[in-house]
Nanobody
Framework: QVLPVESGGGLVQAGGSLRLSCEAFGHIVNFLDMAWYRQAPGKERETVAF???????NYVDSVKGRFTISRNDDENMLYLQMNSLVPEDTGVYFC?????????WGQGTQVTVSS
């Protein structure tokens, strides 16, 4: 089983932007609902945003208007554009199917937002 590979995280000041990418190696993302998840320090993993196979999107309230999820099925890629970042966005970000499969959790990418 080839795991997704997330990238694009880093250290950024509040108000900055990052674009996360997910290479869904070995998985045909067409026809699948996909999502970005994050795990903040000391907290449970939560769904940040998801996108259906038809391109419909949904976001957790805390990121609405700031984050944009997108997909490129031809290249098996998932993206998360994050703008106006705040310290509360700090965490490890993962991509996975929605609902998530335990066998598909990758290493994630660390996002740290400084105040």
């Amino acid at each position: 089983q080839v795991l997704p590979v997330e990238s694009g995280g880093g250290l950024v000041q509040a108000g900055g932007s990052l674009r996360l990418s997910c290479e869904a190696f070995g998985h045909i993302v067409n026809f699948l609902d996909m999502a970005w998840y994050r795990q903040a320090p000391g907290k449970e993993r939560e769904t940040v945003a998801f996108i259906t196979s038809r391109g419909l999107t949904n976001y957790v309230d805390s990121v609405k208007g700031r984050f944009t999820i997108s997909r490129n099925d031809d290249e098996n890629m998932l993206y998360l554009q994050m703008n106006s970042l705040v310290p509360e966005d700090t965490g490890v970000y993962f991509c996975n199917r929605r609902p998530a499969l335990d066998a598909l959790w990758g290493q994630g990418t660390q996002v740290t937002v400084s105040s």
